[in-house]
């Protein structure tokens, strides 16, 4: 019976460590150069983009482009 509650309390005190951790990641903001999103404007992104598909043209691998 000792045994059991000992690896009960090690389980609760390790999950509640756990989501305390979780918790703590999810609300600490994260430094500005480890934003996965940028700042940029969509114009900028989309303006940057290559107007002929680098791929070869099998139809599959890139999408078809309009005409003129």
């Known amino acids: 019976m000792k045994f059991e509650n000992m690896m009960l309390r ?3 005190f390790t999950t509640v ?3 305390g ?3 703590l990641a999810m609300i600490h903001p994260m ?3 480890v934003q ?3 700042t940029a ?3 900028t992104l989309l303006s940057a983009t290559p ?3 680098p ?3 099998d139809g599959v691998l890139c999408p078809l482009q309009p005409a003129g």
């Open 55 to 57: 791929l070869p043209a």
């Open 17 to 19: 460590l756990a989501c």
């Open 21 to 23: 951790l979780a918790l």
């Open 36 to 38: 996965l999103a940028g």
């Open 31 to 33: 430094p500005q150069g």
């Open 51 to 53: 107007s002929a598909c």
């Open 10 to 12: 090690g389980l609760f």
């Open 41 to 43: 404007p969509v114009g």
